[in-house]
């Protein structure tokens, strides 16, 4: 069966930080991955998605991933953060019968 | 606005109410999902419908019971519920049962407390 592990449960960091956050996925055949935000008390939005092509993606609001098919992963990534990235992240992982995601990572930034 | 609505928002219920969520899509879109989530784990697949039809059920107790009256519509009924069943419960939408190339969207979720 196919897992999706994030690294980090919870990250603090100030405005204009980068950040960083860890994917890793166990299923070995082709994938299509993704990155979700939730906003405190709204719903779930698709941050960005990859399906085939470059590894590199970006989506909404400055964020970007880079799949790295080698070592099963998919890590997002902002160069400047802002408060208003605050919010819970999950990547998940479409193989070819089901989407699964990861525990989900708390992001806190401080103004 | 992602096309998805869902209600209520928030439900209190006892162990012993009978009580159902509800799930639109405004999207066309032929498949729909029930997910939980609860604090710290990752989303919980529980029910998956292509075309009005159950596909999918992931063990799921039959305290939960799903309908799916058409492809826009999708009801999740509660019954002699357990207070570890409190969670936020998502509904989703695909053009089609999640295959390569297929992406979800996701509706606010309902917010439940059993007590």
């Known amino acids: 069966a196919q897992s999706v592990s994030q690294h980090n449960h919870h990250v603090i960091l100030s405005e204009a930080a980068s950040l960083e956050l860890g994917c890793n996925y166990s299923y070995g055949g082709t994938v299509n991955l993704f990155w979700y935000v939730q906003y405190p008390g709204q719903h779930l939005q698709l941050l960005l998605k990859y399906f085939s092509g470059d590894p590199l993606v970006k989506g909404i609001k400055g964020f970007e991933a880079e799949f790295i098919k080698s070592k099963f992963s998919f890590n997002l990534r902002k160069p400047s953060v802002q408060w208003s990235d605050t919010a819970e992240y999950f990547c998940a992982v479409n193989s070819l019968y089901k989407l699964s995601f990861g525990a989900g990572t708390t992001v806190t930034v401080r103004a | 606005e992602t096309g998805v609505t869902q209600t209520p928002r928030h439900l209190v219920m006892g162990m012993t109410n009978k009580k159902s969520l509800k799930c639109e899509q405004h999207?066309?879109?032929?498949?729909m999902y029930w997910y939980k989530q609860s604090a710290k784990k990752p989303l919980e697949l529980m029910f998956v419908y292509s075309l009005e039809e159950r596909v999918e059920n992931n063990s799921v107790p039959s305290r939960f019971s799903p309908e799916c009256p058409n492809s826009s519509h999708l009801f999740l009924h509660l019954h002699t519920l357990q207070p570890e069943d409190s969670a936020l419960y998502l509904c989703?939408?695909?053009?089609?049962?999640?295959?390569?190339?297929?992406?979800?969207?996701f509706g606010p979720g309902t917010r439940l407390l059993v007590l």
């Open positions: 989703a939408s695909s053009l089609r049962t999640s295959g390569m190339g297929e992406t979800q969207y």
């Open positions: 999207l066309g879109h032929n498949a």
